[in-house]
């Protein structure tokens, strides 16, 4: 299975950004989604995933109210719509695939290349 980030940019902030993430080889029939973040300097740490059917979903408080995790399975993709950015959202933000369909715990099975968002104030 590989995992293919996108959508990552300089923004500001207020701004807002969405990021893709295409899944493509052997995935399992009802996988879960998750995205990730790492800022400089820090641990990488979970901001949201999504079920297979797209109606559970789960977030970071630090995002709540803000982002907006989605699914096209017919594509394979997932989306993280990022508004009302803050600096402090500025990270490499990793898509992750977990087969087993759980969205509340950080675990995965595939890991895809991060896509940097820089927030300026």
């Known amino acids: 299975v590989q995992l293919q980030a996108s959508g990552g940019g300089l923004v500001q902030a207020g701004g807002s950004l969405r990021l893709s993430c295409a899944a493509s080889?052997?995935?399992?029939?009802?996988?879960?989604m998750k995205w990730f973040r790492q800022a400089p300097g820090k641990e990488r740490v979970f901001v949201a995933a999504?079920?297979?059917?797209?109606?559970?979903?789960n977030y970071a408080d630090s995002v709540k109210g803000r982002f907006t995790i989605s699914r096209d399975n017919a594509k394979n993709t997932v989306y993280l719509e990022m508004n009302s950015l803050k600096p402090e959202d500025t990270a490499v933000y990793y898509c992750?695939?977990?087969?087993?369909?759980?969205?509340?715990?950080?675990?995965?099975?595939?890991w895809g290349q991060g896509t940097q968002v820089t927030v300026s104030s």
């Open positions: 080889g052997r995935t399992s029939r009802r996988y879960s």
């Open positions: 992750a695939l977990d087969r087993e369909g759980s969205i509340y715990s950080g675990g995965y099975d595939y």
């Open positions: 999504i079920s297979w059917s797209g109606y559970s979903t």
